[in-house]
């Protein structure tokens, strides 16, 4: 409380290493105890991350605490994905609040046993104009287990609050506006084109071609060292708005290739794909990282003028580490140049929620900050 210069908190976040995963609740408690703040949500990372820099490979505990008049705050634990359906209508029906400034919600979920996709549609079609931010929460590789809390006054017992098959949220309205960035990992490769043959996960054609031929004409412009490595760097760019042209790196989202068929030259990637959708592939390379997270931070850095940052979330993808750049802080290093006084808050985890263009979508490879910006009167 005495480093946030606050004497009162109205709530905490809190992201903590798989170390500690036996000391989970007794950290919820410790958090309440010290802060006594009514909200406390947060998940597993696997790396965490804070203004200072990033603790990875060894433990982690991340906290940021807030306070704020203008603030009205909803925190929630769910158990699975239905009851996200509800708890959407719930929120949706809340009673209205005279603020000016558009809602943020916050989710952290465990992405290998709720589908990630069908959690952010039944929040965004429920919930229309709120922005809607998070990760993945990551955890234990030997155990695939991650686990999420969210504590509120008027539980009754802490063990109400952890789950580790569920989502966590924070619902944040009130007199602010979120600005958010999402910067990229990737640099196309080739054109774009369109799938004309498909079923579920399995692009036939691409251009009525094979997918495989297109996949190989698209990498053929690699260099000799980028080659070695090809097969764990190529993703598939999709395009979330067809109705966008000309086409940036922004409008895509970047999915895995899962598999190749070598008999048929069909592709499987990490997403369900339709005919008529727009591909193209893409490589993960660290230079085209750094110059789009200048690009976003800049454009971020010149919204944010006139406007007071009261502090900052950032949710990295576990594969943007030192292990991707060669080098350990460079995003929080970057971030901090740009906002080197907002206290910042975060973690590295399995895949990043963010919108682009009018609805939030599931996103890989990416660094996604969130600045909550108030008014300067």
Same mark, same amino acid.
């Given at each position: 409380?005495?480093?946030?210069?606050?004497?009162?908190?109205?709530?905490?976040?809190?992201?903590? +290493?798989?170390?500690?995963?036996?000391?989970?609740?007794?950290?919820? #408690?410790?958090?309440?105890?010290?802060?006594?703040?009514?909200?406390?949500?947060?998940?597993? !990372?696997?790396?965490?991350?804070?203004?200072?820099?990033?603790?990875?490979?060894?433990?982690?505990?991340?906290?940021?605490?807030?306070?704020?008049?203008?603030?009205?705050?909803?925190?929630?634990?769910?158990?699975?994905?239905?009851?996200?359906?509800?708890?959407?209508?719930?929120?949706?029906?809340?009673?209205?609040?005279?603020?000016?400034?558009?809602?943020?919600?916050?989710?952290?979920?465990?992405?290998?046993?709720?589908?990630? +996709?069908?959690?952010?549609?039944?929040?965004?079609?429920?919930?229309?104009?709120?922005?809607?931010?998070?990760?993945?929460?990551?955890?234990?590789?030997?155990?695939?287990?991650?686990?999420?809390?969210?504590?509120?006054?008027?539980?009754?017992?802490? #063990?109400?609050?952890?789950?580790?098959?569920?989502?966590?949220?924070?619902?944040?309205?009130?007199?602010?506006?979120?600005?958010?960035?999402?910067?990229?990992?990737?640099?196309?490769?080739?054109?774009?084109?369109?799938?004309?043959?498909?079923?579920?996960?399995?692009?036939?054609?691409?251009?009525?071609?094979?997918?495989?031929?297109?996949?190989?004409?698209?990498?053929?412009?690699?260099?000799?060292?980028?080659?070695?490595?090809?097969?764990?760097?190529?993703?598939?760019?999709?395009?979330?708005?067809?109705?966008?042209?000309?086409?940036?790196?922004?409008?895509?989202?970047?999915?895995?290739?899962?598999?190749?068929?070598?008999?048929?030259?069909?592709?499987?990637?990490?997403?369900?794909?339709?005919?008529?959708?727009?591909?193209?592939?893409?490589?993960?390379?660290? $230079?085209?990282?750094?110059?789009?997270?200048?690009?976003?931070?800049?454009?971020?850095?010149?919204?944010?003028?006139?406007?007071?940052?009261?502090?900052?979330?950032?949710?990295?993808?576990?594969?943007?580490?030192?292990?991707?750049?060669?080098?350990? #802080?460079?995003? +929080?290093?970057?971030?901090?140049?740009?906002?080197?006084?907002?206290?910042?808050?975060?973690?590295?985890? $399995?895949?990043?929620?963010?919108?682009?263009? !009018?609805?939030?979508?599931?996103? #890989?490879? +990416?660094?996604?900050?969130?600045?909550?910006?108030?008014?300067?009167?």
């Amino acid at each position: 409380m005495g480093h946030a210069g606050i004497d009162r908190a109205d709530f905490a976040v809190m992201f903590a +290493t798989p170390h500690y995963a036996c000391e989970y609740t007794r950290m919820l #408690n410790a958090v309440h105890t010290a802060t006594g703040a009514p909200h406390i949500v947060g998940c597993s !990372g696997m790396e965490v991350l804070t203004s200072i820099g990033e603790v990875e490979q060894s433990p982690g505990v991340a906290v940021l605490v807030g306070t704020s008049d203008g603030l009205h705050l909803s925190s929630f634990i769910l158990p699975d994905a239905d009851a996200a359906s509800h708890l959407a209508s719930e929120l949706a029906s809340s009673p209205p609040h005279d603020h000016t400034g558009s809602p943020l919600l916050m989710l952290f979920s465990d992405v290998m046993h709720i589908h990630p +996709t069908s959690l952010l549609n039944a929040f965004g079609a429920a919930l229309p104009g709120v922005q809607i931010v998070g990760a993945g929460a990551s955890g234990s590789l030997e155990k695939m287990e991650a686990y999420q809390w969210a504590w509120r006054n008027g539980v009754e017992t802490l #063990n109400d609050c952890i789950s580790h098959r569920g989502v966590s949220g924070l619902m944040i309205r009130g007199d602010f506006s979120p600005l958010i960035a999402v910067a990229r990992s990737c640099r196309p490769l080739g054109e774009s084109y369109v799938i004309t043959s498909a079923d579920g996960h399995l692009i036939r054609e691409i251009a009525n071609r094979p997918a495989m031929e297109i996949l190989q004409e698209s990498a053929a412009s690699l260099k000799e060292a980028e080659k070695q490595h090809v097969e764990r760097a190529l993703v598939a760019g999709l395009v979330v708005d067809e109705e966008k042209y000309p086409l940036e790196i922004d409008d895509f989202v970047f999915r895995n290739i899962a598999g190749v068929e070598p008999s048929s030259g069909s592709l499987v990637i990490s997403e369900r794909v339709r005919v008529g959708q727009t591909i193209q592939f893409h490589i993960r390379d660290k $230079n085209a990282a750094r110059q789009d997270m200048e690009r976003v931070l800049q454009d971020l850095s010149e919204k944010a003028a006139g406007k007071r940052i009261a502090m900052g979330f950032y949710f990295n993808c576990l594969a943007r580490g030192a292990g991707f750049y060669g080098e350990f #802080n460079h995003d +929080t290093k970057v971030i901090r140049r740009y906002f080197p006084d907002v206290p910042i808050v975060g973690f590295l985890g $399995n895949a990043e929620f963010a919108p682009v263009g !009018g609805s939030s979508v599931l996103h #890989n490879y +990416t660094g996604v900050l969130v600045l909550v910006a108030e008014e300067v009167r």
